[in-house]
């Protein structure tokens, strides 16, 4: 059983890329972005008026409530961290979009150095039987 598993699905590494969620995104503004998408869809399998002008309607109304919750997101924030200046801080940077790196990270010079000096030693093997290229040698005319 194993070895048709093996054959037919094989186990296969998948990476995501972690991104960070929008705090302030919550059911309201799911059911608005679903209401647009439904009319838009509704739109462009029937073509009609009506549903065009049903769709753009639901559009600017998704985005000021978007808007609304944003705003009224971050003012909490920032509010919520008065008196505390290093919560403030990230607050601030969380309104700019500034993300914080990870900092469990750390490379040092010499990791640095031996990344490099294998990655020379791996291209100089590979193209080590590889045979040297004549370049062409241009003749230029004697100049008096």
Known sequence: MTELLDQHCPFVQVRRKATPKTPWFDA???AARRRARAAERRYRRQ???????????KLPTMHSLYESKNDSYWRV????????VKKLWKALHGVLGETQ?????EHTADDLATFFNDKVACV???TATTPLFEVPQKKTPNAV
Do not use: F, L, P
């Open 28 to 30: 309201d503004c799911r």
């Open 47 to 57: 073509r009609t008026d009506a549903n065009r002008q049903d769709w753009t309607s």
């Open 77 to 84: 924030e920032i509010t919520a961290s008065k008196g505390n």
């Open 101 to 105: 790196a990870d900092e469990t990270i």
């Open 124 to 126: 100089r093997a590979s």
